[in-house]
């Protein structure tokens, strides 16, 4: 039973939402030991564009499948299946919350790309909490010693290519509907990854694995419609310390599942890149007050 007040519904909706996408990245962390990671990211955007036009067509809603800026969506979709490949690549190699803290610097490079791309100013105190949340992912990655090595490089990038799809998502954002958005976001990422399939796709071999790549997509589908009806009940700015929450869900099952927990360097960052993150949600919230 969800809360009757808009705000701790879409509060208790972000917080669902980011628990289901950790259980997606456990998923695909564990298919990893079996199947290459692009045959696993295929399967995820391919299952979720199969649900979601199931879903449209029951819903009488396929005229969502067509766009007015085919281009943005497009390049959307694009950035978003690169992004998802470089996290399911790293978290092949690396714990699960190390992978996740260091992705959570998406907020501070959305920061800085909105200055040039949607004409934001950057001013000193974004500026400091962008510098003291790459502090925080550097002491997570520790560059030189031997918890360092280039799988660690990749939730980095993969935060800078979210940076530009949330970017481009909020271009088309009031344009088109969100279920166009994530529509076009399921279907280019099953196109780019198709090519690959001949090398890189792998019959699964235990009918237990089968369930597991049809959860990856069904939990990707549940869990991106969760988080849009949370944007739809509470404000982002509400909701971003709650998004963070997703970090207590990624040590409970990396411990849980695959026995991992962040040593006290990796802990002593997670708090750092939150702090910025944290910082940086009630800096913009202030300055959207005094407009």
Sequence with gaps: MLPKN???RGILLAVIAVGLF????????????????????????????????????????????????????????????????????????MPLAEASAIAFVLP??????AVPMLGERLDPARLAAILVGLVGAMVIVRPGSEAFT??????????????????????VAGVEPALTSLFYGSLVGAVMFAPVLPFAWET???????????????????GHFILIRAFDYASATL??????????????????VFGDFPDGWSLAGMAIIVGAGLYLVGHQRLAVGKK
């Design 6 to 8: 808009p705000a701790l």
């Design 150 to 171: 280039v799988y660690a490089l990749l939730p980095l990038a993969m935060a800078l290519m979210n940076a530009l799809y949330q970017i481009l998502t909020r271009k």
């Design 204 to 222: 699964p071999r235990d009918p237990w694995h089968w369930v597991l790549f049809l959860l990856l997509g069904l939990i990707a589908t549940i």
């Design 22 to 93: 950790t259980l997606m990245d456990s998923i695909g962390k564990y298919l990893s030991r079996f199947y290459p990671v692009p045959g696993i990211v295929w399967a995820r955007y391919a299952i979720n564009l199969l649900l979601l036009l199931a879903f449209l067509a029951v819903r009488g809603k396929l005229r969502y499948v067509r766009t007015a800026r085919p281009a943005i969506q497009v390049a959307r979709g694009a950035l978003l299946g690169l992004a998802t490949v470089m996290y399911f690549t790293a978290i092949s190699h």
């Design 108 to 113: 501070l490079f959305v920061a800085v790309l």
């Design 239 to 256: 909701l971003a310390p709650f998004i963070y929450t997703q970090l207590l869900w990624t040590m409970l099952v990396g411990y849980v």
